[in-house]
Nanobody
Framework: QVQLVESGGGLVQPGGSLRLSCAASRSIDSFSFMGWYRQAPGKQRELVAA???????NYADSVKGRFTISRDNAKNTVYLQMDSLKPEDTAVYYC????????WGKGTLVTVSS
């Protein structure tokens, strides 16, 4: 019922920046939760950044001050701006929304390496 398509991943050097996009198949006003998760090899998937009810943003401690979640309702898109990237940010990043149930994108790979 909801399709999510991530884009914007790639290879970047430490200290660089990337902006991830998550395009939804319906109005993002429908979603009570919108967020980004990531999963590194051999690691559990973790919440990176999210909009929670009341448009409150939440960030993992490891990315505070470096990552910013935003949205464009007209484009049905949620963004994750990632600055000052570190090698430990390397992971597959997944878009997630709640619309009566959880929906996940297929993920986009971010590799931070020199």
């Amino acid at each position: 019922q909801v399709q999510l398509v991530e884009s914007g991943g790639g290879l970047v050097q430490p200290g660089g920046s990337l902006r991830l996009s998550c395009a939804a198949s319906r109005s993002i006003d429908s979603f009570s939760f919108m967020g980004w998760y990531r999963q590194a090899p051999g690691k559990q998937r973790e919440l990176v950044a999210a909009f929670t009810p009341g448009d409150i943003t939440n960030y993992a401690d490891s990315v505070k001050g470096r990552f910013t979640i935003s949205r464009d309702n007209a484009k049905n898109t949620v963004y994750l701006q990632m600055d000052s990237l570190k090698p430990e940010d390397t992971a597959v990043y997944y878009c997630n929304v709640w619309y009566h149930m959880n929906y996940w994108g297929k993920g986009t790979l971010v590799t931070v390496s020199s």
